[in-house]
């Protein structure tokens, strides 16, 4: 089973960026679509992000425009580039597999941001 370390959180102030990482075990080549998602405080976890194996890239909306997807299949590496962050953007972020998260959860990474 691929294991997935997502790692990259912090605290950040309102308009500042983070750059969050999501290393898996296996090789992200044969995965397939990957995806960021993000739990709330109090609320169920929903999809930020998404990448296909050929690099075509969806986002949410509320943070289009703002966030940018990265894979590096030789790394087995996907990212998430932040910016612009706000305070509603806080949360534990994790990746996956997308549109169905497939794989164990892995534990997260802490993203606070603060106005």
């Known amino acids: 089973q691929v294991q997935l370390v997502e790692s990259g959180g912090g605290l950040v102030q309102a308009g500042g960026s983070l750059r969050l990482s999501c290393a898996a075990s296996g090789r992200l080549s044969s995965i397939g679509d990957m995806g960021w998602y993000r739990q709330a405080p109090g609320k169920t976890r929903e999809w930020v992000a998404a990448i296909g194996s050929g690099g075509r890239r969806s986002f949410a909306d509320s943070v289009k425009g703002r966030f940018t997807i990265s894979r590096d299949n030789g790394k087995n590496t996907v990212f998430l580039q932040m910016n612009s962050l706000e305070p509603e953007d806080t949360a534990v972020y994790y990746c996956?597999?997308?549109?169905?998260?497939?794989?164990?959860w892995g534990q997260g990474t802490q993203v606070t941001v603060s106005s």
């Open positions: 996956n597999t997308w549109p169905t998260p497939t794989l164990i």
